[in-house]
T-cell receptor, first 116, second 112 residues
């Protein structure tokens, strides 16, 4: 499968624990995005990378959240000291920036986080 | 706050009927994209329409874009039970580094 993959698909954790999610983008895609989606809502942007550089972070991304893309390939999203409000689906998407203004973003299956 | 707003929030139709949903947005865009999401799953890209395009087709899908009214519509013709899903519009803002801003979605139920 050459699509975007995410691991794990489901994560249940207790409040206060740290969790880390991984995203593997489509090979050669230079842009990688993280979104969060709560039940019944559309996804909301968290952050994005172009190659290994993190270019933008949403105000939604508190200091408990950190994302990395160390070699410009896969990315990790870590949440420290999880809270019940962090329960959501975390979606990763990738795209190929060709120098123009328009890129189709392809989404992975998401990681569903439940904080007890 | 979300840039796009879909209308209606929910839609129930019989198999074979057409389904139309609308999306409105607030600021200038590079493009507008429609995605489908089955319950609890990831988003599947359906179609992208650029700001200088007015209509686009893909199979049973027809998308229109009216930049003067800041609105778009998605038409699914001859619907099937497998089209049951949530549909989201997402705008790629000119000033926003190609990040997508999603609406709240339209939940479509196609009854067999």
């Amino acid at each position: 499968d050459t699509g975007v993959s995410q691991d794990p698909r489901h994560k249940i954790t207790k409040r206060g624990q740290n969790v880390t999610f991984r995203c593997d983008p489509i090979s050669e895609h230079n842009r990688l995005y993280w979104y969060r989606q709560t039940l019944g809502q559309g996804p909301e942007f968290l952050t994005y990378f172009q190659n290994e550089a993190q270019l933008e972070k949403s105000r939604l991304l508190s200091d408990r959240f950190s994302a990395e893309r160390p070699k410009g390939s896969f990315s990790t999203l870590e949440i420290q000291r999880t809270e019940q409000g962090d329960s959501a689906m975390y979606l990763c998407a990738s795209s190929l920036l060709r120098g123009g203004p328009t890129d189709t973003q392809y989404f992975g299956p998401g990681t569903r986080l439940t904080v007890l | 706050s979300q840039q796009g707003e879909e209308d209606p929030q929910a839609l129930s139709i019989q198999e074979g009927e057409n389904a139309t949903m609308n999306c409105s947005y607030k600021t200038s865009i590079n493009n507008l994209q429609w995605y489908r999401q089955n319950s609890g799953r990831g988003l599947v890209h359906l179609i992208l329409i650029r700001s200088n395009e007015r209509e686009k087709h893909s199979g049973r899908l027809r998308v229109t874009l009216d930049t003067s009214k800041k609105s778009s519509s998605l038409l699914i013709t001859a619907s099937r039970a497998a089209d049951t899903a949530s549909y989201f519009c997402a705008t790629d803002l000119k000033a926003a580094g190609n990040k997508l801003t999603f609406g709240g979605g339209t939940r479509v139920l196609v009854k067999p």
